[in-house]
Antibody, heavy 118, light 111 residues
């Protein structure tokens, strides 16, 4: 079965950092595209980043320069390093397998909550 | 990148059919076949229900169908059931970003 499990969420103060993990089973991250999507409380879905199978990362303008996506092929795990966090980064963060054949996400993790507040 | 426009809420009685829209531009919905729809129940992760405008994801009921005309895609739920009560989001490829774009979301209420 294909499964993604996010961990690493928590409560931090503005300006602090956090690293989210997305542990994958059922497919190989080094051959796949994986995306991070977030959802602020009571709001809609927002695309955050996408990492291609060749490892090239892509980001939303709202996080560019502050967030970095990476992966550890040996652990079949992806990471989202978040620096200089702001109150507006408060959200549930989901990782999902992205299929370029239809430009969408077929399997999602359960999400991990990030709260940025003083 | 601006979000695709969806109605905030739609409601219907059990057994009825409802249709709601997802409006973009020629740079996204209107220009490509890459429109997907996701269903999200409260407190849960989104679930893919349709992709490539009309194709149902594995295991998804035939009561869900999709279409597109111009810059607007639509999702129809036939024979509305209580378990269809959820938030629904469209998404599309866009040639203005390396990421896709989501719709604003539609809350479906079963009366």
């Amino acid at each position: 079965d294909v499964q993604l499990v996010e961990t690493g969420g928590g409560s931090v103060q503005p300006g602090e950092s956090l690293r989210l993990s997305c542990a994958v089973s059922g497919f190989t991250v080094s051959f796949s595209y994986v995306t991070w999507v977030r959802q602020a409380p009571g709001k809609g879905l927002e695309w955050v980043s996408l990492i291609y199978s060749d490892g090239s990362p892509h980001y939303a303008d709202s996080v560019k320069g502050r967030f970095t996506v990476s992966r550890d092929n040996s652990k079949n795990t992806l990471y989202l390093q978040m620096l200089s966090l702001r109150a507006e980064d408060t959200a549930v963060y989901y990782c999902a397998r992205f299929l370029p054949t239809f430009y969408g996400m077929d399997v999602w993790g359960q999400g991990t909550k990030v709260t940025v507040s003083s | 990148q601006s979000a695709l426009t969806q109605p905030a809420s739609v409601s219907g009685s059990p057994g009825q059919s409802i249709t709601f829209s997802c409006t973009g531009t020629s740079s996204d919905v209107g220009g490509y076949k890459y429109v997907s729809w996701y269903q999200q129940h409260p407190g849960k992760a989104p679930k893919l229900i349709l992709y490539d405008v009309t194709k149902r994801s594995s295991g998804v009921s035939h009561r869900f169908s999709g279409s597109k005309s111009g810059n607007t895609a639509s999702l129809t739920i036939s024979g509305l059931q209580p378990e269809d009560e959820a938030d629904y989001y469209c998404s599309s490829y866009t040639n203005t970003s390396t990421l896709g774009v989501f719709g604003t979301g539609t809350k479906v209420t079963v009366l």
